[in-house]
């Protein structure tokens, strides 16, 4: 598919719970039509072309809003009219197939329960709306690979739901809010890939999470980096000899500059200063080149 998500998709499927449309070619930016849909679940467009920004009507998706859902399954039930007495018992259940925590699997049983946002692999730019907070039900977002900036929104802990966070590779800066270690159930988080600075939140599950979840982002510091991370390499920056090698400006090149300099200064100008000899003989040997320069 290519071309633009429709606007009509929100105007006139009210009873809409899914909208899988991963890997196609759609590009333009997502209508804001789409919040209008109060029963959507899955919000899946990963993998397009998708271009603008993250419409800030989010809070409008109701069923997303409200956390878990008192039906398992999605269940749709239909007549044949034909029938006589026309039965209204028939019914089939929705199933899907998706990406959960990096691993394909397909939900039935329980796709009701499920309630995720996959927007990953386009080319969003712009903030996250800090309107995705309102979304208490939600138990996967997955905003990774577009080109977002701005900073993680500070309320981020109100998805107390979460069990799947990916916002890697986008350019987010700002620190990591604290709120984000009120998570409990976050099982599976990935920031790296993106600007973010200062200090992860200490004493808290999110230094359980491996250095991969971290890495690639310049000015992050404390555990499980260690140590700030200047180079983005999530390598900690422990000296093992070579690593220095190739880094010029450090603390001992300061030194040594100091150094070299009280050492080079005071070996010359102090011993003019305190030997009368040699300072003669600096002095004539100045004015000896001075009047050789003049003569020729
Ligand atoms: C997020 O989506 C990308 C593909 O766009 C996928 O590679 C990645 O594994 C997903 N993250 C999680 C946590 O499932």
Not at 74 to 100: C, G, K, V
Request: hydrophobic share 35%; aromatic share 8%; glycine share 10%.
């Amino acid at each position: 598919l290519s071309s633009s998500v429709p606007d009509w998709i929100g105007a006139s499927l009210p009873d809409l719970v899914i909208l899988m449309l991963q890997f196609n070619q759609l590009s333009g930016s997502l209508p804001s039509q789409l919040c209008h849909l109060p029963h959507l679940q899955i919000l899946d467009v990963s993998v397009n072309e998708i271009s603008g920004t993250i419409p800030k009507c989010l809070n409008n998706l109701t069923s997303l809003a409200q956390e878990g859902n008192s039906n398992l399954t999605i269940r749709h039930s239909f007549n044949i009219s034909q029938a006589e007495p026309p039965m209204t018992s028939l019914y089939y259940d929705d199933d899907a197939t998706f990406m959960w925590k990096g691993t394909l699997a397909s939900y039935k049983s329980i796709l009701g329960l499920v309630k995720r946002i996959d927007l990953s692999s386009n080319r969003l730019t712009g903030e996250i709306p800090s309107e995705i907070t309102y979304l208490v039900g939600l138990l996967s977002l997955n905003l990774s690979r577009n080109n977002l900036s701005g900073q993680i929104p500070l309320d981020i802990g109100k998805l107390k739901l979460l069990d799947s966070l990916d916002l890697s590779r986008n350019k987010i800066g700002g620190g990591i809010p604290t709120s984000l270690t009120h998570i409990d159930r976050l099982g599976a988080m990935d920031l790296s890939y993106n600007n973010l600075s200062g200090e992860i939140p200490t004493g808290t599950q999110l230094q359980s999470f491996n250095a991969s979840s971290y890495i690639g982002n310049p000015w992050l510091c404390g555990l499980p980096l260690h140590v700030c991370d200047p180079e983005g390499t999530g390598r900690p920056n422990v000296s093992s000899g070579e690593d220095d090698a190739d880094e010029l400006i450090t603390q001992g090149f300061y030194i040594s500059l100091g150094l070299g300099f009280a050492v080079g200064f005071w070996g010359i100008c102090g011993s003019l200063i305190f030997k009368k000899s040699w300072r003669y003989a600096y002095y004539n040997f100045l004015n000896a080149s001075n009047d050789w320069l003049y003569v020729k």
